[in-house]
């Protein structure tokens, strides 16, 4: 009785030690896994007032405004690896009674233009603040030229310009960034 | 090979409570049931493991998932199953990796009837809860989520490397009662610790007071990563890691003390009852120690332009600088270097025990000199019980087991554990004596051999002794 019940007891174990497997499943499929977050943060922002617009000290108009900052995490190569799409929104509030053309010109580390956009601001009023709003799709080759760049030089230009004009013009703007991991 | 690394690529994925040897506990026959319960009765007079080969432990293991609902075969396609887990994981689930290496075994009864055994082994032990939220934001991202706090508290994270130097005493009281106690020394490898975490990170839309279109901000972060080991090692850029390592398993890290302790109770002579605690202690990290803390609350609006009115040449001001300043400031990592203790990962066993059927020993008749103890009987049903202290309180596991000596060389005893993540989980082991050498193998979740896929448990000991009776 000893021997019946001991080896068929012992031959199951076996069996199921050895039978292990696993089966119906596919494990070459991992590099089919893609992670594809969509990430929303802010860009630039600022708030330039009529008289950044005009040289007190010598009375002359200062037609274009220019400023530069660094991105750096825009040519990280992890990114440059992942990007696939960025949105760029900016909305503009102007207070002052001019248009203004806004460049986004960006630069590589050794100051290369690698992508620029440019935008038309209308015109508003102290009174009656006007919005624009310019959205910027950057997608296929281009995301390519996007990631080389490390800074970007925003310039805001006004076609004319005394000591009398008022107001204010104020940027917010942020980027969707579409990745794929 | 291949099907051999999609086996252990499968174990990734299999749950269970770690450390948990339900089959072993209370298994006689095999001399390391001394160490899941240091006052469970001593049938043998003297053992000695085979070195490196007494027990080898191994317990992988991930609750909620299993390797099947990733990588089956299915219409669906991988990137939706793991999005569909993503979701349906709770951050009440875990990720575990157990393993044990006997080094030494030893044990002997001397005259007065007490039983000494010791010991060293190696351990690893890692659990990582499932940060939810953030594995939300890693994979979806946060435009979706606006508004919505994700919870940085959901991080909890610890790990262990350590040799473990034990000595033990077992004796018998009168004829129903065995006690014993373990003193144990603990010489840490590596360990770190990221527990009690707080904060969270939410993405708001501004109104038009608002700098910018969003606020992201950093609320109240509370975070700490506690390592002890991890300095040196890094430091050293890869040489001499080994030996470092091998100094610190003998005492040339850092050092530990705990107890455990244990006793079985004979009711009647069928009916026993038996119960432990194991790793009462607490390891003293004092030498290469480096604790990471981070604070504070930080809302990010983007990178303002001022538009400086600039000198020919003239540089603007670094804003992007000053913005990785001023989080640095708003939110700081300080490295501390001081000293902290951790408490090991308390774990209680309880049993209890019914005996039936034929009486074991060579008469086969009943013991009339030992009136009032347990009978050595073939069989035996009975229930247990098993806890281990985590980080977000305790793990608790309940079990039915059967046990039955088959041969005079061949015990075995089968399981069914309930754990709050599987009702299903069988295992069984057996333990042979064949004369001096004793070996033991146990494994559970043997319904899921067909497919290990599909398991959310496994673990497996196994180890070869030297068993001597002087009789």
């Given at each position: ?7 068929p007891?012992?031959g199951v ?11 119906d ?8 896994i ?19 617009f ?10 274009t405004v ?12 992890q ?17 002052i ?16 233009t690698?992508?620029t ?5 209308t015109?508003?009023?102290p ?5 624009t ?20 030089v925003?310039?805001?230009?006004i076609p ?8 204010d013009?104020n ?11 | 090979m291949q ?11 299999v ?11 209370g298994?006689e ?15 043998q007079?003297?053992?000695?493991g ?7 432990h ?6 909620g998932i ?8 299915s ?6 199953r ?13 990720f575990t990796?157990?393993q044990?290496?006997?080094?030494i ?13 010791g010991g060293?082994y190696?351990?690893?032990d890692?659990?990582?809860y ?14 979706d ?6 919870d ?30 373990r ?8 360990s770190?610790?990221s ?38 090692l890094?430091?050293s850029?890869?040489g ?9 398993a003998f005492?040339?890290?850092?050092i ?6 244990g006793?079985?109770y ?13 790793d009462?202690?607490a390891i003293?990290?004092s ?7 981070a604070?504070?609350t930080?809302t990010?609006?983007?990178?303002e ?5 600039l ?11 000053d913005l ?24 209680i ?22 009136p009032g103890g347990s ?22 596991a ?13 015990s ?7 754990d ?10 057996l333990?042979t ?17 067909g ?21």
């Amino acid at each position: 009785m000893k021997k019946n019940l001991t080896y068929p007891f012992l031959g199951v174990f076996i069996l199921l030690f050895l039978g292990a497997c696993v089966k119906d499943t596919d494990f070459n499929n991992l590099d089919e896994i893609q992670l594809t977050p969509v990430v929303e943060l802010d860009l630039i922002y600022f708030n330039l007032s009529a008289q950044d617009f005009f040289d007190e000290n010598t009375s002359n108009p200062i037609l274009t405004v220019r400023d530069t900052t660094a991105i750096r995490f825009l040519d990280d190569s992890q990114i440059q690896e992942s990007l696939k799409r960025a949105d760029f929104y900016f909305r503009f509030t102007n207070f002052i009674p001019r248009e203004f053309i806004a460049d986004f010109q960006f630069l590589s580390e050794s100051n290369d233009t690698t992508y620029t956009t440019q935008t038309l601001v209308t015109q508003g009023s102290p009174q009656a603040p006007v919005v624009t709003e310019f959205e910027q799709v950057v997608e296929g080759d281009d995301v390519l030229l996007l990631t080389q760049a490390s800074k970007v030089v925003v310039s805001v230009t006004i076609p004319s310009s005394d000591a009398t004009l008022e107001g204010d013009l104020n940027l917010k703007s942020k980027t969707t960034y579409y990745l794929e991991l | 090979m291949q099907n051999l690394l999609t086996c252990l690529i499968s174990l990734w994925v299999v749950t269970s409570i770690a450390q948990n040897k339900q089959i072993l506990y209370g298994f006689e026959e095999v001399p390391q049931s001394l160490l899941l319960n240091p006052g469970s009765k001593v049938k043998q007079d003297i053992h000695f493991g085979i070195p490196f080969f007494s027990q080898i432990h191994l317990n992988i293991g991930s609750s909620g998932i299993s390797a099947y609902d990733i990588f089956g075969k299915s219409d669906v396609d991988i990137t939706t199953r793991i999005r569909n887990k993503i979701f349906e994981l709770k951050n009440t689930d875990f990720f575990t990796v157990t393993q044990q290496l006997e080094i030494i075994n030893f044990g002997w009864r001397n005259r007065k009837e007490v039983y000494f055994s010791g010991g060293i082994y190696q351990e690893f032990d890692f659990i990582t809860y499932y940060p939810r939220d953030l594995a939300i934001l890693a994979w979806e991202g946060n435009r979706d989520y606006l508004d919505y706090e994700f919870d940085l508290g959901e991080i909890s994270a610890t790990g262990d490397l350590m040799t473990v130097y034990h000595f033990g005493v077992n004796k018998q009281f009168g004829k129903k009662l065995t006690l014993g106690i373990r003193a144990k020394l603990y010489s840490s490898i590596l360990s770190f610790r990221s527990t009690n975490n707080s904060g969270s990170f939410v993405t708001r839309l501004g109104d038009e007071n608002s700098e910018n279109i969003y606020e992201h901000t950093v609320q109240n972060a509370n975070l700490t990563v506690e390592t002890s080991g991890y300095a040196s090692l890094r430091d050293s850029n890869g040489g001499g890691v080994a030996s470092e390592i091998l100094g610190r398993a003998f005492f040339g890290g850092n050092i530990g003390v705990g107890v455990d302790i244990g006793g079985t109770y004979d009711i009647t002579r069928n009916l026993s009852v038996s119960a432990s605690i194991l790793d009462f202690g607490a390891i003293f990290h004092s030498n290469d120690v480096e604790t990471y803390h981070a604070t504070g609350t930080y809302t990010l609006d983007g990178i303002e332009l001022l538009f400086p009115p600039l000198s020919a040449g003239e540089e603007t001001f670094p804003y992007y600088d000053d913005l990785v300043d001023e989080i640095e400031r708003e939110l700081p990592i300080d490295t501390l270097t001081t000293s902290y203790s951790q408490l090991r990962p308390l774990k209680i066993n309880a049993g209890l025990k019914y005996s039936f059927g034929k009486l074991l020993g060579n008469s086969g008749v009943c013991d009339c000199l030992n009136p009032g103890g347990s009978d050595d009987l073939s069989q035996a049903v009975g229930l247990q019980f098993y806890s281990i202290y985590r980080p977000k309180g305790p793990q608790m596991a309940g079990t039915f087991f059967y046990y039955r000596r088959i041969a005079e060389f061949l015990s075995a005893k089968a399981t069914y554990t309930v754990d709050p993540y599987s009702n299903s989980n069988v295992g069984l082991g057996l333990a042979t004596d064949i004369g001096r050498f004793n070996f033991y193998i146990a494994a559970d979740n043997l319904l899921r051999y067909g497919n290990l896929a599909k398991a959310k448990s496994v673990s497996l000991q196994l180890g070869f002794n030297i068993k001597i009776d002087r009789q």
